[in-house]
């Protein structure tokens, strides 16, 4: 710029950022509630004054808001273009559009009353999707994996090594969508379920109509949707999430351009494990119910601790108990 040092020494004092500041700003440091004026009557500020005299006051309320606010998400990766180039067969048809779809975990109220639980913030992510346009709603179906579909249920106490292989997955495969008032039904099994039959039939008689398609032969790009607007996905007879589209764009460039790696997770919610009472270290493979050897009537143990405590060196069952295969989802998923 041909200044000399002392010109430009001179230009950075005069027009530092610091030289905007005004007033006790220089001593304040944006870090005492005195910095907000006493002559504003802005809701936002009398809001935040509220909230940082209540963090001083109350360690409860501090402690209970810094975890609301503590980010959730474990990882977050964005669509990455991959080294090597898609095979011709395998590269994505452009123009094609990235839809972002997020799925929360689900919950008992969600079905009750889902306005309620979304303005209570119960609701928690479980991940969010990439699926592209051109991709049919039941490739985004076998991708999502919810804990109810590896479920193993009944009681293995007299012979916690029976094995079996069957998942609720493999046994009960129906499962709809539930999208601006239509029903997407996944009806490839002949043998599964239409659950929107029964709920299209009882709503008729109010007067309301929802029209029912079918899953497989539904492209993203032919439906109609709202960014941001709560839909459902339901499965395993009641287990109900809600299903939001976060975002949608077209595919770019620098995007993963191979078709096979879509649908994708790109993010995932924090993940908590349940760990085992005894050893507090191994997750938790048992959920005993009634033990006379645990504090509570449920509780939690890891496969060596279940066994060590609930059965002799022969094997035989110790005390009157029910125990259940737990599969914690944050291990199995
Ligand atoms: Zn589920
Ligand atoms: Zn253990």
């Known amino acids: 710029m041909n200044v000399d040092d002392e010109t430009l020494k001179n230009l950075s004092q005069r027009c530092g950022e610091y030289s905007l500041r005004c007033g006790r700003e220089d001593q304040l440091k944006y870090q005492s509630v005195d910095l907000f004026p006493e002559d504003i009557d802005l809701v936002t500020v009398n809001l935040q004054k509220n909230d940082i005299e209540k963090r ?11 975890r609301r606010q503590r980010n959730r998400f474990l990882f977050t990766h964005m669509l990455s273009p991959t080294h090597n180039q898609p095979s011709p067969e395998d590269r994505i048809s452009t123009p094609d559009a990235i839809l972002q779809v997020a799925l929360y975990k689900p919950s008992k109220r969600i079905g009750n009353n889902i306005t309620r639980t979304l303005s209570n913030d119960s609701a928690s992510l479980e991940n969010v999707y990439a699926i592209l346009g051109q991709q049919k709603l039941t490739e985004l179906r076998d991708r999502i994996r919810c804990v109810n579909d590896v479920l193993v249920t009944g009681d293995y106490s007299d012979n916690p090594d029976l094995n079996i292989s069957l998942c609720a997955w493999d046994v009960f495969k129906s499962g709809t969508f539930f999208i601006e ?16 039959k029964e709920i299209v039939e009882w709503a008729a008689k109010s007067g309301i109509e929802y029209q029912c398609k079918t899953m497989e032969t539904t492209k993203f790009n032919e439906l109609t949707v709202r960014i941001g607007c709560p839909y459902l996905y339901l499965h395993q007879g009641n287990c109900e999430h809600l299903l939001v589209f976060s975002d949608i764009r077209m595919v770019h460039p620098h995007d993963n351009l191979n078709i096979n790696e879509y649908p994708c997770v790109i993010q995932r919610s924090n993940k908590r494990r349940t760990i085992c009472r005894v050893c507090a270290y191994a997750s938790a493979r048992w959920r005993t119910v009634e033990s006379e050897h645990a504090l509570n009537s449920t509780s939690f143990f890891c496969d060596a601790c279940f066994r060590s405590l609930h059965y002799d060196k022969d094997g035989k069952k110790l005390g009157n108990f029910k125990a259940y295969k737990y599969f914690d989802e944050h291990t199995v998923l």
């Open 56 to 66: 001083k006051n109350y360690p409860i309320y501090r402690s209970l808001i810094s």
């Open 181 to 196: 008032n239509v029903f997407y039904d996944d009806t490839r099994q002949p043998d599964n379920l239409k659950y929107s």
